[in-house]
Every structure is written in C-alpha cells, then in structure tokens.
C-alpha cells in the first residue's frame, strides 16, 4: 500500500480526538510540525501532534519585554471537530485546534506530557481553538511563536508552575557503533524542519525527516512516539535528511495504535531500526529532569 495525503477523509475516532481536520493541500509546504498520518485502505485522517522548536530553560514569567501575539481568540473545540494541530496559516495567523491545556504546555516548554503534572483535571480533556495575530514584519519562527505562546498561557489562562528536578526513565540517543548512516541536508539554512510520521495501522511507521537537527529528531520522538523523555547525546550538529521505518509497538503513540500482528511485522522495530538505517542507538536509561507542576490554571475568559 503506497501512501499518498492528497485528500483526508472523517473517520468516527482516531487515537488523539474527535475533531475535523483541513484538507492536506492546505497546508503550507514548509510547514515545521510532525504529522501523525493514519490510514488503512479505506479512511485516512492527518493529525499534527509535534512542534520541533527549541526552548530555552524552563521559567515562569515570560521576560521583560518579550513579545505576545497582537490578539487572540480562545474557543472551546467543537464537539464535531477532529485532530489536533498547531501551525502558521499565514506569514502572521497563528492557529492551534483542538488542544487540551496539558499539550499546549507540552508545545510551549518542549516537554513530553508526562513531565507535567499538577493542576485540575479539566486540562487534560477539555480543547481550545487559539486563532491569533502575531507582531511584525516577518514571520515569525518557531521558536518565537512557542514564546508568544508562552506568553499566552501565562497571561490567558493564568498558568503559574514551578519546575522540579526529578529521575525519570528516559532514552538516550547516541551514534551507534561503526557511525552514522545519515546524509546531511542541502537545504538552504533558513528552511524549516520537518518531521513526518506516517502511520499505517496493523502495518509499519514512515518517518520522513528533512533539514532535521538531531535535538530536533530527539525532541520529536519524546513527544509524539515515545512514553518518556529523549536526551539527544549525539553530538552532531548538522542538519539531515533521512527515512526511516519501523514496526511500532504498544508503548509508542501513548498505546493508540492498533497492535501489528506477527505476519505484518516485516520491519524492525524502533531501536534495531535506528541502528541499522540510520546508525544510532537509542537507550534506556535514567536521568534528572526539570519537569512542570501546575500550582494554579484558569479557564480562559469567553472572547
């Protein structure tokens, strides 16, 4: 089965919400997130679930002088909507569906949901459409738009955390013996990143990545693939273009996906599929890190 996002189709439920989502010609070419793209022979469904920008240090009050979005609209989701994703609708229109206050934390501070913890339970269920104007001329990055972001919690939903230092399980990516197997990127340097996952149920996973740093690949893996933290201790710096395939398995994808049966599973799976087409290694181990405990959230106001 060759796959192809030419259109989406409604399906009654996928693994992350119920929401609908824009037709894939929509979408910019440059769009900087990871999608998550479901299919089986008859439906496919396109679901955004991983910004790839860096954050800096964790802090509560955004710094003096930082810049917000010029406005923004905070809805409820609609019911009948499906998806989730975040994404620059134009060089200045910022658009967020379809997310629950603990992912938009997870977006804003570049954490995995796991290492956020706190607050009430309205914030992992209840979804908000943020539609908002960002300042100036150019447009802005990704990291400036996870700022404004930032910015936006702390100033809309009223968000106040402290950070605590705690060991958890986590997966360190390292090169793998006999080196990489990756070729590095010509893209131009101010080209956006993107990383794909393509999802084919019962079946295999194709990770298209293209002008991809490996903090960039490790913090995508830590948010939309695996159940704990990635420390990327590679220590390259270059970016890359590379495909990579995998049979997943029931930890991955916080368990949404439907098992692959015996028969299907004719790729390898994740960490013998690091090593043997990309030349890393990915290992479990465990480390301090600075993760986020909601003292107080709001609801935001009606606009």
């Not at 954050?55 to 989701?77: N, R």
């Not at 990143?193 to 893996?221: C, D, G, H, W």
């Amino acid at each position: 089965m060759r796959p192809t996002i030419s259109r989406v189709m409604r399906q009654p439920l996928d693994p992350i919400g119920r929401l609908s989502l824009p037709r894939v010609t929509q979408l910019p070419r440059r769009v900087a997130m990871s999608y998550l793209l479901l299919r089986d022979k008859t439906v496919q469904t396109l679901i955004l679930v991983s910004l790839i920008a860096a954050v800096p240090a964790l802090a509560q009050t955004p710094p003096a002088g930082a810049s917000g979005f010029e406005v923004a609209t905070i809805k409820p989701t609609s019911p009948d909507e499906r998806g989730r994703y975040m994404r620059m609708q134009s060089a200045h229109q910022f658009l967020a569906k379809g997310f629950t206050l603990k992912f938009l934390v997870s977006a804003a501070y570049n954490l995995p949901p796991r290492a956020i913890s706190g607050g009430p339970d309205w914030i992992d269920f209840e979804r908000y459409d943020i539609l908002a104007a960002t300042p100036g001329e150019a447009r802005p990055t990704l990291d400036e738009q996870m700022a404004m972001l930032r910015k936006l919690l702390d100033e809309r939903f009223k968000l106040a955390f402290h950070t605590e230092a705690k060991e958890l399980p986590v997966f360190v990516l390292t090169v793998a013996r006999g080196g990489i197997k990756l070729k590095e990127s010509t893209a131009p340097p101010d080209e956006q990143p993107v990383l794909i996952n393509t999802v084919y149920p019962t079946e295999k996973i194709l990770l298209p990545a293209r002008n991809a740093t490996m903090a960039q690949f490790a913090s995508m893996l830590q948010r939309a693939v695996l159940d704990r933290p990635v420390v990327d201790k590679t220590n390259l710096s270059a970016r890359y273009d590379f495909d990579l395939e995998w049979t997943p398995d029931d930890t991955q994808f916080g368990g949404a996906l439907p098992p692959v049966p015996p028969q299907n599973a004719v790729k390898p799976d994740l960490f013998a599929a690091l090593q043997q087409q990309l030349g890393l290694r990915l290992d479990s181990s465990r480390a301090a890190i600075d993760t986020i405990v909601i003292d107080r959230v709001q609801k935001p106001t009606e606009n």
